[in-house]
């Protein structure tokens, strides 16, 4: 399976201590060479520079077809861009993005898309984690991550974890 990777996922993830589901979910994951540079923007060190650095089954790569990044850029962050391209140019089996814009630009190219939190409930059902809901939590509490009520709802469901909301 080829996946390729947006930085979102996998600062998310190391913020909330998750990120070798990653490598357990997928084996090896592809990241645009821009990936780096986001995970070391502004002289900082975000979750998951570390991670990325020594994960010896993320392939960091080029992006070819610049042009397609260039239209992208006109709505998406150069991360999201890339990734998109990417994922087309090695005809990915999924992209992982979090950020609604990017995740409807890469469906317009018939791209699978998963974000996030899709990753926790696959890595629950699979037998990886226990409970989704105190990694939901966290998402909101340690890393910042923008998880709407009713969307927080839903991925409880879909874990077979509807409890009162509780954040």
């Given at each position: ?15 909330i201590?998750?990120?070798e ?19 070391l ?65 890469a469906?317009?190219?018939?791209l ?17 984690i ?22 927080y709802?839903?991925a ?12």
């Amino acid at each position: 399976m080829i996946v390729v990777s947006n930085t979102s996922p996998l600062t998310n993830l190391a913020a909330i201590g998750q990120f070798e589901l990653l490598q357990r979910l997928f084996s090896e994951i592809y990241i645009p060479t821009i990936v780096e540079s986001e995970l070391l923007a502004g002289g900082n060190t975000w979750p998951g520079a570390i991670e990325v650095k020594n994960a010896t089954w993320i392939q960091m790569k080029s992006v070819g077809n610049q042009p397609l990044v260039d239209a992208l850029r006109l709505d998406l962050d150069r991360g999201e861009s890339e990734a998109i391209a990417l994922a087309l140019e090695l005809k990915a089996d999924l992209v992982l993005l979090d950020e609604q814009a990017g995740r409807y630009a890469a469906q317009h190219f018939s791209l699978k898309v998963m974000g996030v939190v899709g990753l926790l409930i696959r890595a629950k059902k699979l037998g990886y984690i226990a409970e989704v809901q105190p990694l939901l939590k966290a998402l909101r509490q340690q890393a910042g991550f923008y998880l709407s009520d009713a969307v927080y709802q839903h991925a409880l469901e879909l874990a077979d974890e509807q409890t009162k909301m509780s954040s």
